[in-house]
């Protein structure tokens, strides 16, 4: 009885004319299968949902298709929703040609062979374009398992390229090179390469986009001698492409065919064309080499990167878009590295000086982000007294993400150096984060503290860095928000002080913080006995910290009590 | 008060308003609150999640740093109901370091054209909460004074207001009326070029001179005016001697205007620091998921 009712209740839903509730109906197609059978699955479903194809709007077909993705593997017979797919696929391109290479994978070889290639071979010579569409899209899961239909596939799919109609070119196109990657090499070499140099050439700005993408599985799959005789010709024209969208997607993917073609022919054939790139009329295209560049540098012969792009990216960010800049900056802070430390500090750092001025605050972040990797290669000398006066400048910059920028280079760089340089040349400028007027950029500070802390150990912290913080912390005219940020950096080296040294140095300053005028420096310090009681020796706490945290408990402001509460029931 | 039986619930939160309803309720402030200083006077924000974000970075988390926003916070920016949403619950979780006041964008009638009604409908479905939230806003106190000394409000000064103790004559648990004392505080504009009081193109409210101001100051002891309600590429404006303050927290206004923002910074002693910033990248990123191909399913899942 519920067999029957589960079917004849799809067909009820279909009959609506809400699309949304036609769609949520075909989604419940599992439960209809399971509900009347794997016998009347095959009788009465499928050839139920066949007739839809006619008359059915679009979404309901895609839904139909995407289920049946899904549910195939609920019938024994692997091959028995593919001809009710094979009709989808004629008159949608995308959905259904998912759900037939999903159901391929499960398929034997002989049911590959015998049921999957055929139907492959009737899409791409029917009389439907969509279907010869869809067929693209199958011949690589059909390809390997299909023995004695290969041939025939091979030559479907070369004609497929050949038709007259662009938009099937551009399903060959974009589908050529995965495709290719499952022939056996002599195939490629003969079948595929002259039909991949054809459409890289088509009249159609699209398709020759489509064959560039598509080239890069393909290139790997090659040798770097078989690309370097077979593709390198059509790659490099691609580079120069009257349409400025083949020369994106060369730019785009630069990084990736480097890869495949390796360093030596890289450096002596593709870098020619990629540098006038840099240069090109279009930003976007542009842009994208610039991005590129920094992720092919490693391919790169060093002495090409100073002779060939360096002197191009002089010329060529002079009035550039800020994405390009920026992109520059990344690009010369990679080249370091490769470069080596004679030659960045001739060339490359003077561009970096200059860009870390520059009047667009993304650039400039981009500059001070990447210095670091600079000064990896540079070593102490970086910090010449015109780096320091750029770098004291930028402390007081107008966006305080660029601000913070610096404050965590001085950070890193006073970690890289140690403590000798940082003592003489950084660490003065270190510290004026305690005055800095965003909270962000303080708390970059405090958060550079504490590794200063646990790198320079006690002896810092105890003779330098705590003097300076109370300092600070007892100027008259400071507001609270600042005497706030002393007692987080006196917190973020309590670690690395010994209990005694908490005692005789921080625990001062704590206990007139909890005497402050401003409830928000009271409770602020409850808070921090609260989470680093387990640094303070037992005889302070009940000496010194308990009291005081009571008398906060009965302060006036709610929320000091509340904190002051919370502490003392964890000491 | 709404009710809210049969309320189709898209996310829950939405029920928890009218636990900010109740406590409003029963914890109610007065026409004119007294804050302390130090404290930081935040402008308008007007829907600008983001922005308020990058506010709370520059001038410091909650309960850390205290705060004093004066009035409209939804309508115009995409993300009203984030917005308010979120100042509620921090003035929930910290009622004593954040002051919100009421401006003239917190009315029903003016959050039906704006933009914020339409909001509320879009990511919860039906009107319930929009009813909620603007009965929230009647509970929103009109003014503050920190330390006896400075005059808050939304907008400016009335004609029929000269103590302090006429605005706390005034009935606010309603609709902002369209004219009156009431109306005149949330709408009113300086007037750099003419004394007294004079028309306002806005419609509502007047425009006042220098000598208004400095009558009122005379009259309640008070050194300074701080409002908002008026766009400042610089962020901010000082006008008559330093004595009357606008504050302006959304950068970059209506995704548009390019300018700049600030907060002003009180500190224990009085001294003013306008910390200025510009808006936060992530409104780039929101606004590509806002044009993208299915724009308007994503948008939903962003506080929800």
Same mark, same amino acid.
């Given at each position: 009885m519920e067999d029957i009712n589960a079917l004849d209740l799809l067909k009820e839903e279909l009959e609506t004319e809400e699309i949304h509730l036609k769609v949520n109906a075909i989604h419940r197609i599992k439960t209809v299968i399971l509900c009347i059978g794997v016998d009347d699955t095959i009788k009465k479903l499928i050839p139920f949902l066949e007739n839809l194809i006619e008359r059915e709007d679009d979404e309901t077909l895609f839904a139909i298709a995407e289920e049946l993705g899904k549910v195939w593997?609920?019938? #024994?017979?692997?091959?028995?929703f593919l001809t009710l797919l094979e009709n989808l696929a004629k008159v949608d391109e995308t959905v259904a040609t998912k759900s037939l290479t999903t159901i391929s994978k499960a398929l034997s070889d002989a049911e590959i062979q015998n049921v999957f290639a055929p139907m492959v071979i009737r899409l791409a010579q029917g009389e439907w374009f969509t279907g010869r569409v869809s067929s693209c899209a199958l011949f690589f899961p059909a390809y390997t398992r299909s023995n004695t239909q290969k041939d025939k596939l091979r030559k479907k799919f070369i004609e497929l390229c050949n038709e007259d109609t662009p938009m099937i070119r551009r399903a060959c196109a974009s589908k050529l090179g995965i495709f290719a990657t499952q022939l056996e090499k002599q195939h490629l070499i003969q079948e595929i390469l002259p039909i991949f140099k054809q459409l890289s050439q088509d009249e159609q700005d699209a398709i020759r986009v489509l064959c560039l993408e598509s080239f890069i599985p393909m290139a790997k799959y090659m040798t770097k001698e078989e690309n370097q005789i077979h593709t390198l010709g059509t790659l490099v024209a691609a580079g120069e492409d009257k349409s400025w969208k083949v020369r994106l997607a060369f730019a785009k993917n630069f990084a990736e065919l480097t890869d495949a073609f390796g360093k030596e022919i890289t450096d002596s054939n593709l870098i020619q064309a990629f540098t006038q790139l840099l240069n090109d009329g279009e930003p976007e295209v542009k842009n994208a080499a610039i991005q590129s560049m920094t992720l092919c540098?490693?391919?790169?012969s060093t002495e090409k990167i100073c002779n060939t792009l360096l002197p191009t990216l002089q010329n060529a960010y002079?009035?550039?878009q800020t994405s390009f800049k920026g992109g520059v900056a990344n690009a010369l802070s990679e080249m370091a590295a490769i470069v080596g430390k004679d030659y960045t500090v001739q060339k490359v750092l003077p561009i970096l000086m200059e860009l870390?001025?520059?009047?667009n605050a993304d650039v400039r972040l981009n500059v001070t982000q990447g210095l670091i990797k600079v000064a990896q290669i540079v070593? #102490?000398?970086?910090?010449?007294p015109s780096f320091l006066t750029t770098l004291t400048n930028m402390t007081k910059d107008a966006q305080w993400r660029v601000r913070m920028a610096v404050f965590e280079l001085i950070g890193d760089l006073s970690k890289l150096y140690g403590k000798e340089v940082f003592t003489k040349h950084l660490e003065s400028i270190f510290l004026t984060y305690l005055n800095n007027t965003a909270a962000s950029v303080r708390e970059m500070g405090i958060k550079k503290a504490k590794e200063l802390a646990e790198r320079f150990k006690a002896d810092w912290i105890n003779s330098s860095f705590i003097p300076r913080v109370i300092e600070v912390f007892n100027?008259?005219?400071?507001?609270y928000n600042y005497r706030m940020c002393c007692l987080h950096s006196l917190q973020a080296v309590?670690?690395?002080?010994s209990k005694d040294q908490v005692a005789s140095q921080v625990l001062p300053v704590f206990v007139k913080a909890m005497k402050d005028p401003i409830p928000n420096v009271r409770f602020t310090v409850a808070k921090i006995i609260h989470k680093m009681r387990?640094?303070?020796d037992a005889s302070s706490v009940s000496q010194v910290i308990v009291p005081g945290l009571k008398e906060l408990a009965n302060d006036s402001d709610r929320d000091v009590q509340y904190f002051a509460t919370v502490a003392l029931n964890d000491l | 008060m709404t009710s809210f039986s049969g309320f189709q619930r898209k996310s829950k939160y939405a029920f928890d308003i009218d636990k900010y309803l109740e406590l409003a309720a029963k914890a109610v402030e007065d026409n004119v609150k007294q804050v302390q200083s130090p404290v930081t006077v935040v402008g308008d924000v007007h829907g600008q999640f983001y922005d308020l974000i990058e506010l709370f970075r520059v001038g410091g988390e909650i309960p850390n740093t205290n705060y004093l926003f004066l009035g409209d916070?939804?309508?115009?920016?995409?993300f009203s109901v984030e917005t308010i949403t979120y100042l509620m619950l921090l003035k929930l979780r910290f009622p004593l370091r954040i002051t919100l006041l009421r401006g003239n964008h917190e009315t029903r009638q003016i959050t039906q054209v704006y933009g914020f009604y339409t909001e509320c409908i879009r990511k919860y479905g039906n009107p319930t909460v929009w009813q909620l939230f603007t009965d929230l806003f009647d509970?929103? #106190?009109?003014g503050a004074i920190i330390d006896d000394r400075i005059f808050c409000v939304h907008a400016g000064l009335s004609p029929?207001?000269?103590?302090?103790g006429d605005i706390k004559d005034?009935?606010?648990?309603?609709?902002? #009326?369209?004219?009156g004392p009431f109306a005149d505080l949330m709408w009113s504009d300086p007037d750099?070029?003419?004394?007294?009081f004079t028309l306002s193109a806005r419609g509502a409210g007047y425009m006042f001179g220098q000598d208004v101001v400095n009558r009122f100051l005379h009259e309640n002891n008070m050194s300074q005016i701080y409002r908002a309600h008026q766009l400042c590429m610089e962020g901010y404006q000082t006008l008559f001697d330093g004595k009357f303050c606008t504050v302006w927290s959304a950068p970059n206004y209506c995704y548009r205007f390019e300018n700049l923002a600030s907060i002003l910074e009180l500190d224990e002693k009085l001294n003013m620091y306008f910390n200025i910033y510009s808006d936060a990248p992530e409104n780039e990123r929101a606004k590509e998921i806002e044009n993208s191909q299915f724009g308007g399913r994503n948008d939903d899942n962003f506080f929800i």
């Open positions: 593997e609920l019938l #024994p017979d692997k091959t028995s540098l490693k391919n790169l002079a009035d550039a870390i001025k520059d009047e070593g #102490p000398e970086i910090l010449s100027v008259d005219k400071q507001g309590m670690p690395f002080l387990s640094s303070i | 916070y939804v309508d115009r920016g995409a509970y929103l #106190p009109i029929t207001i000269q103590h302090i005034i009935k606010r648990f309603q609709e902002i #009326p369209h004219e750099t070029d003419n004394s007294g």
